[in-house]
């Protein structure tokens, strides 16, 4: 072979490699190896010999284990100066592709000869005998080498071979992928143009808020519903099928590529990690990452196996961008943030794609993904803004397909069976108690059942961790198993994804399917995914909307007003929102009289109170009448179902205000509260005095139940159970705030007067009285941020905790996992004589 193959291949007006000519060089015999992503990805081993680069391509690049022999073909001579080349060769030229110099040094024979002519000829002698035995003084490679020729591969067929010495191992040395010369990957490379943006979108930049990079945040979340619809104020993208994820880039290749749950994809995905590594911008982007299948459809399963480029081509299909260039651009509506992503990744690489929109018909878009085969589909709203770590009403899915994600809780195997295991038993996480759903038995080949064996070893344990041990045979659920089937549990830590028909009445899946493992979730995440019907609920589409109610019709109008400017909340999100919760707050509101805290024009406008309901009441509304101290007659209003609660929703009571007894006990309190109100205190200190709250009440064994106010402070509920009265309520109260004013006197006052408190946080027992309401548990408050009145374990009574973690856009999630936390302020009463008596006792 010589440089004349090389020059006839190539024209050098259109690519940048070195011209064919022969080079003299001095010292030592140099070698280089450059990795070459061409329509093939591969490595250029290169040695120096007569003034030129004798070559072989190494499809799978070099290997440092004795035991791997790597083919190595034979290719035409290059010029010496080649070994600096790294760039791009434009496509349609030979070899078009990206190039780094991945490894470089010098080297010699294995035997001992001296000089550099002498060694030359040697090795020329050498490959003329298709054996060469060197010695690798690299960056990357050292020690001993062979190159042989082989039978069998066609003429250039050649193997490369590391001998066993010193610098023998078993690592995979690939993995080193940045170039010697530049520190540069083959993505960086290819991207290290900076993308410009135009002047449009530079003006929209600027509407983003300063910030650092947002790293390890999570994404805004759809909520499911069970049909598509037709709005222009919507847009539609396909629903993929894959790992949700967000990357994290700065222009300095500073790069981390992280599951929803902030796990780690850097290396698992290291394709994606790297191109992203290469678009020196900084930026946040909001994906998921894919394998599309022949047929252009999305494959879990095979997303689920992937190891390697070999295992299909990975795409990262990005659908939002969150932050860019110090900007966060979560404030921006959708539409304004999809314009900006359509620039900033404009010329990515095609592993990476932004995700099409498409507007306008949501029920055809629907139908077409119908004939597609694909999972389902998404429905946006056009102007949303983007919520962090939300399940928001403006992302909104529509599954073509059932499926859920499950914790495998353990596995059976039958008598006789040669596989690993027969089934897998699965469950779902309901008010923090796994429950079963079923089993699963199909989905997964001999070798993935022998991989989930390896990970089931150590989670193995004597204990079902379900609520209640299952029957996980035919017959009722909750028989013992049959002596054929042997049962392992496992703890619940790993979570799949199945697929199924139906559900039963007892909740167990039909014809589930395996469908890979869901690496990205916990087990505490996979909770029952149940459709929001859009007839239960107001649609997203009419500014007027009638549902009928328990029975009665009420009239829901002007959906579209912003209830919460700030947070662009709207009325129909908050009727949306009352609608869902109301199994949880309708315990806490039946049969108390209501004080209507109405804000008809939102948050922002002038609030009023209103007690009497007499004139305004529907007919099928239940009221009490009752005469106040000042002999004044009124109608209250009573929150006994889900119509009186949406219309109380429709006056504008943006929250809910029940007093503290029901009409059976009028005089006598369900319980007694505590209502830290901070002035000039941070949150922290509000923290603190509701601990001591708890600290002391534990001394003297009562049960107390903290919450949120929603506003500024906290609120602590002491059961009573309609067995004390008001006065009787309100003195208890006092002995508990003095005892905690005694113990924090520096940020605390018992003064009434706001303005003898000296911006210290009051200490108020004084809500204790009749007729007297605090904002209830799980209502919504007037207040930026749709913040909630959200009861608490005392375990997350801590500092860092903040009302901002507790918002319209969260709320329904978590409540649906905790199940009602507030509960117990209805149950039994404590002995306030014997709790009195035991304060007085140990506090004096």
């Given at each position: 072979m010589s440089l004349k193959e090389y020059g006839k291949k190539r024209d050098f007006n259109k690519t940048a490699e070195p011209k064919a000519i022969k080079t003299k060089s001095t010292g030592k015999l140099h070698f280089v190896i450059q990795k070459h992503d061409a329509s093939r990805l591969h490595y250029d081993f290169r040695l120096e010999m007569e003034g030129v680069l004798k070559s072989w391509a190494v499809p799978k690049g070099p290997s440092t284990d004795p035991k791997t022999k790597r083919l190595a073909?034979?290719?035409?001579?290059?010029?010496?100066?080649?070994?600096?080349?790294?760039?791009?060769?434009?496509?349609?030229?030979?070899?078009?592709?990206?190039?780094?110099?991945?490894?470089?040094?010098?080297?010699?024979?294995?035997?001992?000869?001296?000089?550099?002519?002498?060694?030359?000829?040697?090795?020329?002698?050498?490959?003329?005998?298709?054996s060469l035995k060197i010695i690798l003084h690299g960056k990357k490679l050292k020690g001993e080498y062979a190159l042989v020729k082989t039978q069998g591969m066609g003429e250039n067929g050649w193997l490369l071979i590391k001998h066993k010495d010193e610098y023998a191992s078993l690592v995979d040395i690939t993995k080193k992928d940045t170039s010697v010369l530049s520190s540069q990957t083959i993505e960086q490379v290819k991207k290290a143009k900076v993308t410009e943006v135009s002047a449009e979108v530079n003006t929209l930049l600027k509407k983003g808020k300063k910030s650092k990079i947002p790293i390890g945040m999570k994404?805004?979340?759809?909520?499911?519903?069970?049909?598509?619809?037709?709005?222009?104020?919507?847009?539609?993208?396909?629903?993929?099928?894959?790992?949700?994820?967000?990357?994290?880039?700065?222009?300095?290749?500073?790069?981390?590529?992280?599951?929803?749950n902030n796990k780690q994809f850097n290396e698992k995905f290291y394709p994606i990690f790297r191109i992203l590594q290469g678009l020196k911008q900084d930026l946040v982007i909001d994906g998921e990452i894919l394998i599309i299948n022949d047929k252009g459809i999305s494959s879990f399963k095979d997303l689920q196996n992937w190891r390697s480029e070999e295992d299909g081509k990975l795409v990262y299909y990005v659908f939002d961008i969150i932050w860019y260039e110090g900007k966060d651009l979560t404030g921006l509506p959708l539409n304004v943030r999809q314009k900006i992503l359509a620039e900033v990744l404009a010329n990515t690489d095609d592993h990476i794609k932004i995700s099409k929109v498409f507007n306008g018909d949501g029920n055809k878009f629907y139908e077409a993904a119908v004939k597609k085969g694909l999972e389902g589909i998404i429905a946006k709203k056009s102007?949303?803004?983007?919520?962090?770590?939300?399940?928001?009403?403006?992302?909104?899915?529509?599954?073509?397909?059932?499926?859920?994600?499950?914790?495998?809780?353990?596995?059976?195997?039958?008598?006789?069976?040669?596989?690993?295991?027969?089934?897998?038993?699965?469950?779902?996480?309901?008010?923090?108690?796994?429950?079963?759903?079923?089993?699963?038995?199909?989905?997964?080949?001999?070798?993935?059942?022998?991989?989930?064996?390896?990970?089931?070893?150590?989670?193995?344990?004597?204990?079902?961790?379900?609520?209640?041990?299952?029957?996980?045979?035919?017959?009722?659920?909750?028989?013992?198993?049959?002596?054929?089937?042997?049962?392992?549990?496992?703890?619940?830590?790993?979570?799949?994804?199945?697929?199924?028909?139906?559900?039963?009445?007892?909740?167990?899946?039909?014809?589930?399917?395996?469908?890979?493992?869901?690496?990205?979730?916990?087990?505490?995440?996979?909770?029952?995914?149940?459709?929001?019907?859009?007839?239960?609920?107001?649609?997203?589409?009419?500014?007027?909307?009638?549902?009928?109610?328990?029975?009665?019709?009420?009239?829901?109008?002007?959906?579209?007003?912003?209830?919460?400017?700030?947070?662009?909340?709207?009325?129909?999100?908050?009727?949306?929102?009352?609608?869902?919760?109301?199994?949880?707050?309708?315990?806490?509101?039946?049969?108390?009289?209501?004080?209507?805290?109405?804000?008809?024009?939102?948050?922002n406008s002038k609030g009023f109170y209103q007690k009497d309901v007499s004139e305004i009441a529907p007919t099928w509304a239940k009221t009490f009448p009752h005469t106040t101290e000042d002999g004044e007659h009124k109608e209250y209003l009573l929150g006994n179902d889900e119509a009186t609660l949406l219309w109380m929703a429709s006056l504008g009571c943006i929250e809910m205000n029940p007093w503290f007894s029901r009409t059976q006990t009028i005089d006598n309190p369900d319980y007694c509260v505590i209502d830290l109100d901070p002035d000039k205190n941070t949150f922290n200190q509000v923290i603190e005095a509701a601990q001591i709250v708890k600290e002391i009440l534990d001394q003297i064994e009562i049960p107390c139940y903290a919450k949120t106010s929603g506003s500024t402070g906290m609120h602590i509920y002491i059961p009573l159970g309609a067995k004390y009265s008001y006065d009787q309520s309100q003195m208890f109260a006092r002995i508990i705030v003095n005892l905690v004013h005694r113990e924090i006197p520096a940020f605390t006052s018992l003064e009434r007067m706001i303005a003898n408190r000296k911006g210290k946080m009051y200490l108020d027992f004084l809500q204790n009285r009749p007729g007297a309401t605090i904002a209830c548990v799980y209502s919504l408050r007037p207040k930026p941020g749709a913040t909630v009145s959200m009861p608490l374990t005392w375990d997350e009574v801590k500092p860092g905790m903040t009302m901002g973690d507790f918002t319209i856009f969260n709320a329904i999630d978590r409540i649906k996992e905790t199940g009602d936390l507030f509960k117990g302020t209805l149950g039994k009463s404590i002995d306030l004589v014997v709790a009195i008596n035991k304060a007085k006792k140990i506090f004096g």
């Open positions: 073909v034979m290719v035409e001579d290059h010029p010496f100066d080649y070994k600096n080349f790294e760039g791009i060769i434009p496509k349609g030229e030979y070899g078009g592709g990206t190039v780094i110099v991945w490894d470089e040094g010098t080297y010699e024979p294995i035997e001992k000869v001296k000089g550099k002519k002498a060694q030359e000829k040697y090795l020329l002698n050498q490959l003329h005998d298709g994404p805004m979340l759809t909520t499911l519903i069970d049909k598509p619809f037709d709005d222009p104020n919507w847009v539609y993208e396909v629903k993929w099928d894959g790992y949700r994820a967000l990357a994290f880039c700065l222009k300095n290749g500073d790069v981390q590529l992280l599951s929803r102007d949303s803004t983007y919520a962090k770590n939300t399940r928001s009403k403006d992302w909104l899915k529509i599954k073509i397909n059932k499926y859920q994600e499950v914790v495998i809780a353990g596995y059976t195997k039958n008598s006789g069976t040669s596989k690993q295991f027969s089934s897998l038993l699965l469950g779902v996480y309901k008010n923090n108690e796994l429950h079963y759903v079923g089993k699963v038995g199909t989905g997964f080949n001999d070798h993935f059942q022998k991989e989930l064996i390896e990970k089931f070893r150590s989670l193995v344990t004597v204990k079902s961790p379900f609520f209640e041990v299952p029957n996980v045979n035919k017959g009722s659920r909750y028989k013992p198993n049959p002596s054929n089937t042997k049962v392992t549990w496992l703890k619940p830590e790993l979570v799949c994804e199945v697929s199924f028909t139906e559900v039963t009445d007892d909740g167990v899946f039909r014809h589930p399917s395996f469908r890979g493992m869901r690496i990205d979730k916990k087990a505490k995440e996979a909770v029952r995914e149940v459709e929001i019907e859009t007839k239960g609920f107001l649609n997203p589409i009419d500014e007027t909307q009638l549902r009928k109610l328990n029975g009665h019709p009420l009239k829901f109008t002007h959906l579209n007003k912003l209830y919460w400017p700030e947070d662009k909340v709207t009325k129909r999100e908050m009727f949306n929102y009352y609608y869902q919760v109301a199994d949880y707050i309708l315990p806490h509101l039946k049969d108390r009289p209501m004080s209507l805290n109405r804000f008809p024009g939102g948050i």
